[in-house]
């Protein structure tokens, strides 16, 4: 009993982790072979909006003295506005989950009615939940 608000601590990060999967549905594969999975989209005039799940890929790099270190793995949650007739998209929220189960939320991120290129990240989402 004595360890259990440490367990807690660790543990928590895990459940809102999972919970979060529930609602998700696997769509697609990204261009890095990560899998993209969705909440169902709800219209709002004319912006589908949905959640995005995926995790980012680990990747190599080098830092200014040019050893090499490796990014990536973290786990992100995005709540997305997609116009896809004027092949748009706005990002309203970001979560993020590393791979110690830290949360970073973003309110306020920087894509704003950013355009869709042809076989982006967010081309294949919305290619995808235009079938739906």
């Given at each position: 009993?004595?360890?259990f608000p440490l367990i807690?601590?660790?543990?928590?990060?895990?459940l809102c982790f999972c919970q979060s999967d529930?609602?998700?549905k696997y769509i697609a594969q990204d261009?890095?072979?990560g899998k993209i999975y969705?909440?169902?989209p709800e219209k709002?005039?004319?912006y589908l909006k949905f959640w995005i799940s995926h995790t980012i890929p680990v990747r190599?790099?080098?830092n200014i003295e040019l050893k090499e270190i490796f990014f990536g793995g973290n786990r992100e949650l995005?709540?997305?506005e997609l116009k896809y007739l004027e092949k748009t998209y706005t990002v309203i929220k970001v979560i993020t989950y590393d791979k110690k189960g830290k949360i970073e939320k973003s309110e306020t991120p920087a894509i704003r009615l950013e355009k869709i290129y042809p076989e982006s990240f967010m081309d294949i989402i919305a290619t995808e939940v235009c079938k739906l």
């Open positions: 009993m004595k360890n807690f601590t660790f543990l928590l990060p895990l529930k609602d998700f261009n890095d072979g969705i909440t169902i709002e005039g004319d190599p790099a080098k995005m709540l997305v």
